[in-house]
């Protein structure tokens, strides 16, 4: 049966594998595409799938988009309104959000209350409303599948398992381009080096916050969500080959991994399919030259980042979304070359100790947390 899909973020990493994906099986239909401003790409997109309706974030570009594709049957919508009509369309069965972002927090909530399922990519919606966002997917009896490669892997592990048999999670990393580096060696990283990740291409932003430990951060705080697991059930395992994508460890001392080679299109097509396998091509894992497969502790020291990560999720509250929120702003600056690599965690954990923590934040409070937090660097650090 054909599934009907709305697809935000669609011109970026994930998105553009999410088209592939979709092209290649043939089993869906996408009713609504949604980017923030490349309309070149969208446009393309429009004319290869047909959707009944187009979202573009900025309003010019969402006004040019109108005018070249007027001899297409696709509307074209704009803003936070435009991403709600899209995820609320009747026709939509599952809402695959790839945008970069807390922009993600109401588009999934609304999805949720509209009864569609959810393919997620984007984690910082579930570590800043992760507690709104999993209640609502209850109450809606819907379902979130992870994108996140490390995610899926252990969604993939746990399926047929008991999940009050799960130990602990074993959140595997790469380490990024900087592993084993000193704080030293990192003072002067140019965003050029950041940039390059040994072994995934990905957007821009999550490939800074690979390179400083913060995605790993964000998963972890993701994993807490998704797997309804304690912080201390958590451990972040450095595996430099990106081979094995997580494991989980039972209460019997088995330990369950997946593996695979470092290709998101088999996470985007295990969510797409709701948790089915279905063949797809590809290279495979040769064991023959694989040479080996080796582990290393994180260091936290260096890497701060995770361990404010973890400091942050054990805190909870609004304290998750002031991390992400400071992270957001600092990576944002780093790229456009205003302020140096290690500011970036410098800002989070400024950030972190000037905020009072609110327990059980509404979606209005989680938003205005984001903005008192931009207001609170921005006081410091626009010079
Ligand atoms: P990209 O930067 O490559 O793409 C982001 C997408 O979101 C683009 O289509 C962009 O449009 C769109 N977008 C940005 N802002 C808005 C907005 N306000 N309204 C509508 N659309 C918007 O990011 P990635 O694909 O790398 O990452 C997407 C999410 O998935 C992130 O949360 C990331 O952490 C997560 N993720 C990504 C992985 C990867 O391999 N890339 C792996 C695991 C998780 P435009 O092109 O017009 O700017
Ligand atoms: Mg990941």
């Not at 669609?10 to 099986?25: A, Y």
Request: net charge negative.
């Amino acid at each position: 049966m054909m599934k009907h899909l709305a697809l935000l973020g669609s011109t970026g990493s994930i998105g553009t594998q999410t088209l592939q994906v979709v092209e290649e099986t043939g089993d869906f239909k996408v009713e609504a595409l949604a980017a923030g401003s490349n309309i070149e790409l969208l446009e393309k997109q429009i004319r290869k799938f047909k959707p009944q309706l187009a979202v573009v974030w900025n309003k010019d570009k969402a006004l040019e988009l109108e005018k070249a594709i007027a001899d297409t049957a696709t509307r074209v919508a704009t803003g936070m309104d435009g991403l709600l009509e899209a995820v609320r369309l009747k026709e939509v069965d599952m809402v695959l959000t790839a945008v970069v972002g807390m922009i993600g927090i109401l588009p999934t909530l609304e999805a949720l209350e509209a009864g569609k399922d959810i393919a997620l990519a984007n984690k910082e919606t579930l570590v800043t409303a992760g507690h709104l966002v999993m209640a609502k997917a209850k109450e809606k009896g819907r379902q979130i599948y992870p994108v996140d490669s490390e995610h899926s892997a252990i969604f993939q592990v746990l399926k047929a398992q008991d999940p009050q048999t799960i130990s602990k999670i074993l959140l595997t990393a790469s380490g990024g381009p900087f592993r084993g580096r000193t704080i030293e060696q990192l003072q002067h990283v140019q965003v050029e080096d950041a940039l390059k990740h040994p072994n995934w291409a990905m957007g821009r932003k999550i490939t800074i916050d690979s390179s400083t430990m913060v995605n790993k951060g964000l998963e972890v705080m993701e994993a807490k969500w998704l797997f309804e697991v304690d912080f201390d059930q958590i451990e972040v395992v450095i595996q430099p080959q990106s081979i094995i994508h997580s494991m989980v460890e039972f209460n019997d001392g088995a330990v369950l991994a997946q593996l695979g080679t470092a290709d998101m299109k088999l996470p985007i097509q295990y969510a797409l399919y709701e948790a089915k396998r279905k063949f797809m091509g590809g290279k495979r894992l040769d064991f023959k030259t694989l040479k080996q497969i080796t582990f290393e502790e994180p260091d936290m020291e260096t890497f701060r980042g995770l361990k404010l990560a973890y400091q942050a999720g054990k805190l909870g509250g609004s304290m998750p979304t002031v991390y992400n929120a400071a992270n957001e702003w600092a990576v944002a600056r780093f790229l456009d070359k205003k302020i140096g690599y290690l500011d970036i965690i410098r800002i989070i954990e400024e950030s972190m100790e000037h905020h009072t923590l609110i327990e059980n934040p509404t979606v209005e409070s989680i938003l205005a947390v984001e903005n008192e937090t931009y207001q609170f660097i921005e006081s410091r650090w626009n010079r």
